[in-house]
């Protein structure tokens, strides 16, 4: 019941794009490093993928694909936005997972990959954008440099932050570099069932 309970909660509305060269992203699996360091492909099928690994359990969804240039060479790469929810006592609210592909000799190349951390614990994505050959993510909290997933300010509670860490990333033609990261005050919120904007320029 706790699983469907939020499994409600953390839909985002879908937007896929109808083709990226023939790929099919809702039965793709993608690259994945739980927190016990063990490295996974995430075989998603119909968008989902369900798991359940001791004292772990939850989800992966795939949320938005976009299909747009961010690497300035005129052809479009495929921006991939999945939520993962993990729950071991009680669900964590989800974090963000960004991948960055390009089709390159008939397959696709992963350029970029990137997890926010939880709503519920700090790090939890705020809004992500992609303008040109830049990629803007904001997370809740003061993010760690060594480690994106950490929040650096104090939690009075789950769901409860304060702050904004803002990353900017640029993009080489075939990396991503962090250009900027700033950190923003601001009092604190809750950010129960916060539902992050993500804006794409066409």
Not at 168 to 194: C, W
Request: with cysteine; charged share 20%; hydrophobic share 35%.
């Amino acid at each position: 019941m706790k699983l469907a309970l939020f499994l409600i909660i953390f839909t985002l509305p879908q937007l896929v794009a109808d083709n990226f060269h023939g790929f099919d992203f809702k039965n793709f699996s993608y690259p994945y490093r739980f927190w016990n360091a063990r490295n996974v492909h995430v075989p998603l099928k119909n968008g989902e993928h369900e798991y359940a690994i001791k004292t772990d359990r939850g989800w992966f969804r795939l949320s938005h694909v976009y299909v747009t240039d961010v690497t300035g060479d005129r052809r479009p790469e495929a921006i991939v936005m999945l939520w993962h929810v993990s729950c071991g006592a009680s669900c964590d609210g989800g974090s963000a997972l960004f991948y960055v592909y390009r089709f390159q000799n008939h397959k696709l190349k992963l350029l970029w990959q990137y997890e926010t951390g939880s709503l519920a614990y700090g790090c939890g994505l705020k809004s992500f954008a992609a303008k040109g050959t830049t990629l803007t993510v904001e997370q809740f909290g003061r993010c760690s440099r060594r480690n994106r997933n950490l929040n650096e300010t104090s939690l009075t509670g789950k769901f409860q932050v304060n702050g904004v860490t803002r990353i900017t990333l640029k993009s080489n033609g075939t990396r991503f570099f962090i250009r900027k990261r700033e950190f923003f005050s601001s009092p604190e919120r809750s950010v129960l069932n916060y539902e992050p904007p993500i804006n794409i320029a066409q």
